[in-house]
């Protein structure tokens, strides 16, 4: 792998990467929670029906929903970063 450089800039690079991880697996569970809770006001702006509660269980069953079906993906790109890691924890010290 050639020199390794342990330094701000790295660091500033895992934790840029680590945020823009948890950004990708939790966009499918935030996406579809916002786009049910602009659906569901739209209808209550139609209906002149202002219960609170009546978002919490549809948010929840499609919040529940996307985690199913997005959930072999949302363990691959978790699994790939892990490995990343321990695979530049190996790096790291093979070069101090």
């Known amino acids: ?7 701000s800039g790295f660091v500033q690079y895992i934790m ?3 945020l823009l991880k948890t950004l990708l697996v939790s966009a499918p569970m935030l996406l579809s929670s916002m786009i049910l809770g602009l659906l569901i006001s739209i209808l209550q702006a139609a209906t002149s029906i202002q219960e609170q509660t009546l978002t ?3 948010k929840m069953v499609i919040i529940f929903l996307a985690m199913i079906l997005c959930g072999p993906w949302i363990i691959h790109v978790l699994q790939e970063y892990t490995v990343g890691l321990f ?3 190996g790096t790291i010290g093979q070069n101090h």
Do not use: A, E, K
């Not at 792998?1 to 330094?7: N, Q």
């Open 56 to 58: 919490f269980v549809p």
């Open 16 to 18: 840029y990467d680590c």
């Open 1 to 7: 792998m050639g020199d390794f450089v342990f330094d």
């Open 87 to 89: 695979d530049l924890m």
